[in-house]
């Protein structure tokens, strides 16, 4: 918004105005160099602040990820620590215990045509 307003002021409106003449007594700077400096300082300005926001927001990021890690190892190992083992028989696929030979323990229900 601000670069916008800028160029708008610098490039559209202070070229139109009729006194176009560098004059240190009357206080008139309205020539094309001191207003394409104004702009590139301006410009400059804007790419500073936000080349520091950006890096401040990516420094954050980076801590919290870290944060975040150390947590996760943390809490992975002391619930390793505290896992309780049982073996059931049986054989197991996916996760899930199945009886022997593939049999499955309910009873399947048969299709009418």
């Known amino acids: ?16 105005v009729d006194s176009q003449t560098f004059d240190i007594e009357t206080g008139v700077f309205n020539t094309l160099p001191c207003r394409l400096c104004i702009l590139a300082t301006v410009c400059l300005t804007q790419v500073w602040m936000m080349w520091r926001f950006i890096n401040f927001q ?43 030979n593939g049999a499955s323990p309910r009873v399947r229900k048969t299709r009418s045509p």
């Open 1 to 16: 918004m601000t670069l916008t307003l800028a160029v708008l002021v610098l490039g559209f409106g202070l070229s139109r």
């Open 58 to 100: 990516l420094r954050r990021w980076r801590e919290y990820r870290a944060e975040q890690w150390g947590r996760r190892k943390i809490s992975a190992v002391t619930a390793a620590r505290g896992r309780i083992v049982r073996r059931e028989q049986g054989h197991h696929e996916n996760g899930l215990v199945k009886s022997e």
